[in-house]
């Protein structure tokens, strides 16, 4: 699963260590994710997703739902970005429509980016923006689980999703060794990075990563060593 990857990596541990760690996951979908990591950190964390208005109204009832104590804010205007992380006392939760994803560098630096399912579904142009913020604004981990050729995403056809996280971050596993497996290149074969800027001086990731290749649950089950 994607909590036990961030845990057997040491990444979990790492940014448990920060003092009041900022998580920024890139398409949070319902918000299962996010709310796993606010229960094992015991919420002294900020948490922020950035997504489309209508799937943030899903997550943020969601996490709502789930922890019901907690204190979930949305941006509605390019000064909410700065002003909750500035505060004190951060939320626990800041829910960020896309529509705001041009001010993400007011953001401090984050311990944890986060992409599953999601930057395989964007634009070349869209995903250099987000590792950008990645690569300059991260101080710990980016943690990618996505495919590599979208079969509906005609617009990355020609380049794979990992030649672009290459020219950003460190990657481990590094690309080739998913070039080498069999069903490697298959449009729905997932990829998962645990990955540092090479701006930041993050402890490199250790220990083996388990993942299900294909779709929907169905593919073969792979246990990759860290090189």
């Given amino acids: 699963s994607y909590v036990s990857n961030l845990h057997t990596s040491g990444i979990l541990d790492w940014v448990d ?28 964390c900020t948490y922020v997703i950035v997504d489309l208005p209508e ?34 006392d951060r939320p626990d939760v800041v829910l960020v429509p896309n529509l705001f994803t041009d001010h993400l560098d007011s953001l401090p630096e ?10 395989q579904e964007m634009t070349p142009g869209t995903i250099r923006d987000y590792c950008e ?17 979208h079969p509906h995403n005609i617009e990355l056809a020609g380049q794979g999703l990992s030649d672009i996280l290459a020219e950003y971050f460190e990657l481990f596993p590094g690309r080739q060794v998913y070039d080498q497996l069999p069903d490697g290149a298959l449009p729905w074969f997932h990829r998962v990075y645990l990955a540092r800027s090479p701006q930041h001086d993050a402890p490199r990731p250790e220990g083996m990563i388990r993942f299900v290749g294909g779709n929907g649950g169905t593919g073969q089950r792979y246990t990759l060593p860290i090189p």
């Fill in 17 to 44: 260590r920060q003092k009041h760690p900022l998580i920024v996951e890139i398409g949070g979908g319902f918000g299962g994710l996010a709310l796993a990591l606010l229960r094992i950190l015991d919420r002294r």
């Fill in 55 to 88: 799937i943030l109204l899903l997550s943020g009832s969601y996490l709502l739902a789930n922890l019901p104590e907690a204190r979930v804010e949305v941006v509605t205007s390019e000064s909410d970005l700065t002003t909750m992380l500035a505060m004190p």
């Fill in 110 to 119: 984050c311990d944890l980016l986060i992409s599953t399912a999601s930057l």
């Fill in 133 to 149: 913020f990645g690569k300059t604004k991260c101080r710990g981990y980016f943690f990618s689980v996505n495919t590599e050729r």
